[in-house]
């Protein structure tokens, strides 16, 4: 799906999120049953309910999960963020400054993992929460000149799908220092087995790819399918290998909602 939000536009919570993607319209963490996306609400009065969410120098934002009183529980809005790229959702991060105030869109993150810290709750009381580590899709896409000078990989094609299945699943508890190398890690191989699926044929027009690159590949590039960008791992059926031209269509053609419905229901039957 292709958001309407623009990074560090203000919006509406109520009418121009809830109102159209539906979701809990109060608390942290909203799960609309019917849009494949979890919002996610951080800023004013945070602090004084008993959660401490920070953005970092490297741009990962420490999020805390949900549950104002007591331990918390790896249930309901927290599992939907630690399962979000196996249930094929995005994780969309707003920013409140203001109190009644409008949420100011921060752009789509993707979850490198998780820890248990000792936080207070809201009456003060120590207690043990869920810290997630939100790493944003935008620092995550694969460079032009990455893919034109990496090596091939030699693996059979069974053993890229078997890893980058196994990129979707369930994020792992993990220090935060090694939350980006772990998305970076899980990225590549969805897109090792993209590339190598599509065998040196672009799946959108299905013409050879225009060029071989200096390690000697076909050069096609890796299009998430139902993504504002091209970052962070997904599941293998909602990620495309495309030709240059076709990607920027899909990005940008009048055409692209079409032709990313077309693309993606192609990808699903190879998948299947």
């Not at 959660?51 to 309901?76: C, H, K, N, P």
Request: net charge neutral.
């Amino acid at each position: 799906m292709l958001w309407p939000f623009e990074l560090h536009r203000s919006y509406h919570r109520r009418n121009d999120i809830h109102a159209r993607f539906g979701g809990q319209q109060q608390g942290g963490i909203s799960t609309p049953a019917d849009a494949p996306g979890i919002f996610i609400f951080t800023g004013h009065g945070a602090g004084h309910v008993g959660y401490q969410d920070v953005f970092e120098a490297d741009g990962s934002f420490r999020y805390t999960g949900q549950g104002q009183l007591g331990d918390m529980r790896m249930i309901s809005g927290n599992r939907a963020i630690r399962d979000h790229v196996q249930n094929g959702k995005d994780l969309l991060l707003f920013q409140q400054t203001k109190k009644g105030g409008p949420v100011r869109f921060e752009g789509l993150y993707v979850c490198g993992g998780w820890e248990i810290e000792p936080q207070p709750d809201m009456n003060g009381q120590p207690r043990q929460a869920i810290v997630f580590t939100l790493v944003p899709q935008s620092g995550l896409t694969i460079e032009a000149q990455d893919l034109a000078t990496e090596a091939p990989t030699d693996l059979p094609l069974a053993e890229l799908r078997k890893r980058a299945l196994k990129a979707a699943i369930t994020a792992n508890e993990a220090n935060p220092r090694v939350a980006l190398a772990n998305v970076r890690a899980r990225s590549k191989a969805v897109r090792d087995y993209v590339l190598a699926r599509a065998a040196g044929v672009c799946e959108a027009c299905r013409n050879p790819a225009p060029f071989l690159t200096a390690a000697g590949q076909p050069y096609l590039e890796a299009h998430h399918i139902h993504k504002l960008s091209d970052g962070g791992p997904d599941q293998p059926a909602s990620v495309a290998a495309v030709c240059p031209n076709c990607h920027r269509r899909a990005h940008f053609g009048e055409d692209q909602i079409t032709l990313n419905n077309e693309l993606l229901e192609r990808v699903r039957r190879i998948e299947k």
